[in-house]
Nanobody, 123 residues
């Protein structure tokens, strides 16, 4: 199983980025998918997660209204559209896949993790 996150980069505050997470070795439609992030010196924190069908999602309060998680099960890919970025969004972003149907906000229920992609927002 491999989760390949991409799309990170350097952007000015107020800008946008779209992260992608391409999955291989698993059938994406069987997994709840999540995005987490980790800033230097901090723990890994929940950003967003989407249920298997893509019909419902959960977001951290800090990103609600700015970020949108989506998935294309046919392409085995999950996305995170990030708008109105702030310097405090700077972190390494990780995608994760979990067999549990719960849209979990903690790391434990997720079975597989990607390698992370760096997002840096300048002020």
């Amino acid at each position: 199983v491999q989760l390949q996150a991409s799309g990170g980069g350097l952007v000015q505050a107020g800008g946008s980025l779209r992260l992608s997470c391409a999955a291989s070795g698993l059938t994406l439609s069987r997994y709840t998918m999540g995005w987490f992030r980790q800033a230097p010196g901090k723990g890994r924190e929940f950003v967003a997660a989407v249920i298997r069908s893509g019909g419902s999602a959960n977001y951290a309060d800090s990103v609600k209204g700015r970020f949108t998680i989506s998935r294309d099960n046919a392409k085995n890919t999950v996305y995170l559209q990030m708008n109105s970025l702030k310097p405090e969004d700077t972190a390494v972003y990780y995608c994760a896949a979990g067999l549990s149907p719960i849209v979990a906000v903690t790391t434990t229920p997720y079975d597989y993790w990607g390698q992370g992609t760096q997002v840096t927002v300048s002020s």
